[in-house]
């Protein structure tokens, strides 16, 4: 397969474009925006190149580092 992907707005809002499966083209496309640090939203489509089965999403998520896990558990006391 292979990818792309642009940044902007600081690397705060990334354009993704996917394309493998290349006997059976899957082609892939989502934005994804950092609204604080770890926290973002997503959105886009899978199996664009096939009108048939070609779906949407959306969501969001939270990125959690090892640093921000070690900031946790100092916090927690057992």
């Given at each position: 397969g292979v990818g792309f992907d642009y940044y902007t707005m600081g690397k705060?809002?990334?354009?993704?474009?996917e394309a493998?499966?290349?006997?059976?083209?899957?082609?892939?496309a989502f934005v994804k925006y950092n609204i604080f640090k770890g926290i973002y939203v997503v959105a886009g489509g899978d199996e664009?190149?096939?009108?048939?089965?070609?779906?949407?999403?959306?969501?969001?998520?939270?990125?959690?580092?090892?640093?921000?896990?070690?900031m946790l558990a100092t916090r927690i006391s057992f």
């Open positions: 705060d809002l990334r354009f993704s474009l493998f499966d290349f006997e059976d083209v899957n082609l892939r664009l190149a096939n009108s048939d089965l070609s779906t949407g999403f959306i969501g969001a998520g939270l990125f959690i580092t090892n640093d921000d896990l070690k």
